[in-house]
T-cell receptor
Framework: RKEVEQDPGPFNVPEGATVAFNCTYS??????FFWYRQDCRKEPKLLMS???SGNEDGRFTAQLNRASQYISLLIRDSKLSDSATYLC??????????????FGQGTELSVKP | EPEVTQTPSHQVTQMGQEVILRCVPI?????FYWYRQILGQKVEFLVS????????KSEIFDDQFSVERPDGSNFTLKIRSTKLEDSAMYFC???????????????FGPGTRLTVL
């Protein structure tokens, strides 16, 4: 089983649509969870951290279910500028060893006019 | 806003040559990382570094790879004898010691594209 697995994509949606990404992870000892965004051939940029209670940042909502080892990201009212690859990321590091991010393959989103 | 910087942006080398990729992490950060992304594939962890020593390394980070913090600002990745399969984008990242290295956000540099011919 892959350490972090995401929806394969690509997702092609019209402007204004709501789109949801799902992700599962295999290491139950994982400490922290993130969604990063990556534009073509650029570095990953943090979109948001994901907390067990769920968290929202404007049009973006992230959820974490530790029991199911499942992470989600919801984008409402999608904009053309949301077009990118969305990376589900899990930190499997330990206190003694430092952080270690494990990335999913990424899901490509294309928002069309 | 502070950012991680990397040089060069693109490095072309011949197979078997040594390359050094350079990074300047965010100034108050204490944890440093290298990741790589082969074209079309996912981002992969290579190594983490703290207090002047390696904290953890992946299977990819074999004896051909080394890291160093030669001064108070730079963090380098050296590949001793490059192979064709080392062609990839190499990202440096750093994090600050707030909640702990396993919860802190890692900030990525723009990457160095390494092409091995």
């Amino acid at each position: 089983r892959k350490e972090v697995e995401q929806d394969p994509g690509p997702f092609n949606v019209p402007e204004g649509a709501t789109v949801a990404f799902n992700c599962t992870y295999s290491n139950s000892a994982s400490q922290s969870f993130f969604w990063y965004r990556q534009d073509c051939r650029k570095e990953p940029k943090l979109l948001m951290s994901v907390y067990s209670s769920g968290n929202e940042d404007g049009r973006f909502t992230a959820q974490l279910n530790r029991a199911s080892q499942y992470i989600s990201l919801l984008i409402r009212d999608s904009k053309l500028s949301d077009s990118a690859t969305y990376l589900c990321v899990v930190n499997t590091g330990s206190y003694n060893q430092g952080g270690k991010l494990i990335f999913g393959q990424g899901t490509e989103l294309s928002v069309k006019p | 806003e502070p950012e991680v910087t990397q040089t060069p942006s693109h490095q072309v080398t011949q197979m078997g040559q040594e390359v050094i990729l350079r990074c300047v992490p965010i100034s108050n950060h204490l944890y440093f990382y290298w990741y790589r992304q082969i074209l079309g594939q996912k981002v992969e962890f290579l190594v983490s570094f703290y207090n002047n020593e390696i904290s953890e390394k992946s299977e990819i980070f074999d004896d051909q790879f080394s890291v160093e913090r030669p001064d108070g600002s730079n963090f380098t990745l050296k590949i001793r004898s490059t192979k064709l399969e080392d062609s990839a984008m190499y990202f440096c990242a750093s994090s600050e010691p707030s909640g702990g290295p396993f919860t802190d956000t890692q900030y990525f540099g723009p990457g160095t594209r390494l092409t091995v011919l």
